[in-house]
């Protein structure tokens, strides 16, 4: 099968080829989301090594494990939850309290001011009041507006429940309303990008 014809199936359809044992539908799997899972662990844990050892494991355990994986709907909600756990399991000890404790870089909603607006100024800005965020909310801002899971995905992948999750997150938004002249900008940002 070309790789077109594996684009045009929906998650749900293209796992189900996974767990069937086409070799394929892993390559096309891993092709389409190492990019992201690589960035986002590099948000959880930022040795580089450590960081693509865990996603290869990951896919390595999908296709060993694969007649024994349930359904999913969401590829990308599996893939980061199982890579959040892989990379916690597998680093060396005391990495869940660095976890917790490191910052998670917020949206690069700086370079599309820049680019929308062109304006190096008002990007220093809004770097400075996102550096500000306690670490939850910036990784909480990550998955929800950059990586686009919902809210019930960033729940689960941040071990939350959904009421905490929207408590957190209207606590992101409302410190950067509070702090910034720049949150007209960043809402049209992530409104224009379906990212809600």
């Not at 293209?14 to 948000?43: C, Q, R, V």
């Not at 959040?84 to 990495?95: C, F, M, T």
């Not at 700086?110 to 996102?130: C, D, G």
């Not at 007209?184 to 990212?195: E, F, L, P, R, T």
């Amino acid at each position: 099968m070309e790789e077109n014809s594996y684009s045009c199936l929906n998650d749900k359809e293209l796992w189900s080829k996974l767990i069937n044992g086409d070799e394929d539908a892993l390559a096309f799997i891993y092709n389409t989301h190492f990019p992201s899972l690589y960035k986002y662990g590099m948000k959880i844990f930022t040795e580089s090594g450590v960081v693509k050892d865990c996603i290869h494991d990951l896919f390595a355990a999908l296709w060993f494990s694969r007649e024994r994986l349930s359904g999913t709907d969401s590829i990308k909600y599996y893939l980061f939850a199982s890579l959040k756990r892989r990379i916690v399991r597998h680093s060396r000890p005391g990495l869940l309290h660095r976890l917790l404790e490191t910052a998670v870089s917020a949206p690069s909603v700086e370079q599309t001011i820049i680019e929308e607006q062109s304006s190096q100024e008002r990007s220093k800005k809004l770097e400075k009041v996102i550096k500000k965020l306690p670490k939850r909310q910036k990784e909480i801002l990550y998955l929800r507006y950059y990586e686009g899971l919902t809210t019930q995905e960033t729940a689960d992948i941040m071990s939350l429940s959904i009421d905490s999750t929207y408590v957190l997150l209207s606590k992101a938004l409302n410190y950067l309303r509070k702090h910034s002249d720049e949150l007209v900008a960043i809402m049209a940002y992530i409104y224009g990008s379906n990212k809600f």
